[in-house]
């Protein structure tokens, strides 16, 4: 990948040259990390006993209005560090035992990411790397990424493009993710899983149902078993907070009855492969330490 210079590492396309000025996604040229621990409030095949690596990089290529960690996600949180650097974070978390790199909202630091992860190999790095992005991705990027990605771990927020305008100015949201979660299928496929339950390789969607908007929940579940069948992993999350100033649905919690509705019918249509929330009778939860407000309790579906 060659380095940035104007910058079109996501369907953004800003143009403009990051050692100069920000693009959309409020980066400059050098590389920002807001966090880096392991993390033990993933989908159980990614935590594990152990924890997941991850790495928060700030800044974010999708700016949701409804967005649970602006500090971090508006770049304005954390630390500037080297390419060298975040290779030896890599390799730090990996002497600290996690059981795999959770590289969280990468895309706009997808050339330097790469150079580092080209660095931590030659130095040991083994493990699993995830690409875990809001899913508004291009594929061009993607493709430059091939082989070094084990597990990508997207977002899919919007079927609807004016839901999507509205809520991430990004009408071409749904055909952006489409386009890219073919490709992370295309790379990575069938989901693969160690003697111990840890995914090693393969895609996991996630899906937040925002309150009042199932239907479109409804219509991406519909494309997603249509299009994959039981190749790919879901997640279905219930963690939606609403931020102070917001308005209409968005002000509102999501209710019990209209997340059951959406997880009822993944389980009608046929998934089997996936995370959602079964109140009390979930065994294990997480909770998403970057925002610390929602809880998810997920469960394997048929499980
Ligand atoms: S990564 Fe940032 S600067 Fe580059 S195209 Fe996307 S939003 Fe614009």
Not at 287 to 296: A, D, F, M, S
Request: contains cysteine; aromatic residues 10%.
């Amino acid at each position: 990948m060659e380095e940035v210079r104007l910058c079109s590492l996501c369907p953004r396309a800003c143009l403009v040259d990051r050692r100069r000025e920000r693009g959309a996604c409020g980066c400059g040229e050098t590389l920002r990390v807001a966090r880096a621990a392991p993390h033990f409030w993933e989908e159980p095949c990614l935590s594990g006993k152990n924890g997941s690596g991850t790495v928060f990089f700030s800044g974010c290529n999708l700016r949701c209005i409804f967005c649970q960690n602006r500090p971090i996600s508006s770049g304005y949180e954390g630390l500037d560090i080297s390419v060298e650097r975040l290779s030896e974070i890599f390799l730090e978390l990996q002497s600290a035992g996690v059981h795999n790199i959770n590289l969280v909202t990468p895309t706009p630091w997808a050339d330097k990411i790469k150079a580092a992860l080209n660095r931590a190999w030659k130095n040991g790095l083994f493990l699993p790397v995830i690409y875990n992005s809001g899913g508004y991705e291009r594929v061009e990027t993607l493709r430059a990424l091939r082989g070094d990605i084990s597990i990508y771990l997207p977002d899919f927020k919007y079927m609807d493009e004016a839901l999507a305008e509205r809520l991430s100015g990004a009408a071409d949201y749904p055909e952006q993710a489409k386009r890219a979660l073919a490709e992370m299928m295309e790379q990575r496929g069938r989901a693969v899983f160690d003697r111990d339950g840890m995914m090693t390789r393969g895609v996991l969607v996630r899906h937040l149902v925002l309150p009042g908007h199932s239907d479109d929940s409804v219509k991406f579940l519909d494309y997603l078993r249509a299009e994959y069948r039981d190749d790919i992993w879901v997640s279905i999350m219930n963690q939606y907070t609403p931020m102070p100033g917001m308005k209409g649905e968005l002000a509102n919690r999501l209710s019990v009855e209209e997340y059951r509705a959406v997880t009822d019918y993944a389980l009608s249509i046929g998934f089997k492969n996936g995370f959602f929330q079964e109140g009390e009778a979930a065994a294990e939860s997480f909770v998403p330490e970057w925002n610390g407000l929602g809880v998810l309790s997920p469960r394997q579906s048929g499980a």
